[in-house]
């Protein structure tokens, strides 16, 4: 069974970046779908961007299109999410997960969670 462990969350004032890794264990990432979600306090979790199997197509929600970058190492293994241009309303906590459907724009249509990086931005 797949796990997964996202990393590089943390407090950066607005207009910083970050990266988010998500690290897999137990399996290959090779053969699935990628997607970052994110959460914040009393909201629905909600997409933010997916990756295909091979890499070769990307998709994002809106509110971080031409911010975000999402990319895959399946030599590695990892996922990443570079996030620039960081508002206050980025603030959340991201999660990453693994499945079979691609775009993959719904929480249903991944199979592996992992845990959550807490992602804070300050005005």
């Known amino acids: 069974q797949v796990q997964l462990v996202e990393s590089g969350g943390g407090l950066v004032q607005a207009g910083g970046s970050l990266r988010l890794s998500c690290a897999a264990s137990g399996g290959t990432l090779s053969s699935y779908n990628m997607g970052w979600f994110r959460q914040a306090p009393g909201k629905e979790r909600e997409f933010v961007a997916s990756?295909?199997?091979?890499?070769?197509?990307?998709s994002y929600t809106d509110f971080v299109k031409d911010r975000f970058i999402i990319s895959r190492d399946n030599a590695k293994t990892t996922l990443y999410l570079q996030m620039n241009s960081l508002k206050p309303e980025d603030t959340a906590v991201y999660y990453c997960?693994?499945?079979?459907?691609?775009?993959?724009?719904?929480?249903?249509?991944?199979?592996?969670w992992g845990h959550g990086a807490q992602v804070t931005v300050s005005s």
């Open positions: 990756i295909s199997w091979s890499g070769g197509s990307t």
């Open positions: 997960a693994a499945g079979s459907i691609y775009p993959g724009r719904t929480p249903g249509s991944y199979v592996y």
